[in-house]
Structure formats: structure tokens, C-alpha cells
């Protein structure tokens, strides 16, 4: 009997990957929503991502960035703002583009980043902020690592 719960457990976890990618067009001073969404009856738990974005093509003023929501709409746990000439990258671990981020230092915001967690009713919400003066014409990518768990 405890070999075949023990081959149940292993089934009803797996480590998965996704990207979200969003080339829309973004008009200046307006936002998107993106969401990661796991099918009913799972959890995801981040284990790490990657977040891209180049800074909006000709830009001359003002900033973008993103916000990230686990479990609600109201508080973002995961900063990420630039200027308006400069990109947002985050890479596995690293920030290696932002002139702004929340949690604050490299630690802390890998901590938060493996503190995300997503579920059917309280998807991972991942907000774009363009408050630049131009159009935002490059795309958005976001890459997760997650554990795919049954609840």
C-alpha cells in the first residue's frame, strides 16, 4: 500500500513550464492584463521566471512597468518599473534590467517571485503599464517556472 500512495503523489505534482507573450499594440498611458491560470483542481507555484520587455521604441517621456497580483487585485507583491528609454528584464534570479523594483533588493524580490502562487478562481494577475508618449510596440514576455500541484 505505501508504494502505490507513493506513485499517487509523484502523479499529482509536476514541475511545467509557460510563456505568456502579449505583441499587441499598447497605446500611450494605457495598461493590459495578463493572466496564468492553472486548469481546476491545481495549483501553480512559481519557482522562477523571466520577464522581458524592451522600453518602448522612441520614446521621450515617462516610464513603464509591471505589477504583479497573486491571490487578490487589490495588492501587488512584484515591481518592476524602468524609464521610459530603458528596458525590464528579469532573468532567473537576477534583475538585470530595472531602475526600479519592489521588493528591493535581489533577495527579497527572488523570494517573492517563489512565493507566487496562481489558482483557478485567483489567477496570477501580471499588469503592463505604458506611461509613456508613444505607442508601446514591442511585445511583452513572460516565462514561468511552476510546480503544477492537485489540491
Avoid: C
Avoid at 70 to 84: A, E, G
Amino acid at each position: 500500500m505505501g508504494e502505490r500512495y507513493r506513485r499517487k503523489i509523484v502523479q499529482d505534482i509536476s514541475l511545467e513550464h509557460t510563456s505568456i507573450i502579449s505583441s499587441d499594440t499598447l497605446s500611450s498611458g494605457s495598461n493590459e492584463s495578463l493572466t496564468l491560470t492553472p486548469p481546476d483542481g491545481y495549483i501553480y507555484e512559481i519557482q522562477n521566471m523571466r520577464v522581458l520587455i524592451l522600453a518602448p521604441p522612441s520614446a521621450s517621456s515617462g516610464q513603464h512597468y509591471v505589477l504583479m497580483y497573486p491571490m487578490t487585485v487589490n495588492i501587488p507583491v512584484i515591481r518592476l518599473w524602468s524609464q521610459y528609454n530603458k528596458a525590464i528584464k528579469y532573468v532567473y534570479g537576477h534583475v538585470e534590467a530595472a531602475d526600479n523594483y519592489n521588493p528591493d533588493n535581489n533577495e527579497a524580490f527572488n523570494d517573492m517571485v517563489r512565493n507566487l502562487v496562481a489558482t483557478k478562481d485567483y489567477p496570477l494577475l501580471i499588469k503592463y503599464f505604458n506611461d509613456t508618449d508613444v505607442d508601446q510596440t514591442n511585445q511583452r514576455e513572460f516565462y514561468f517556472v511552476y510546480l503544477k500541484r492537485r489540491i
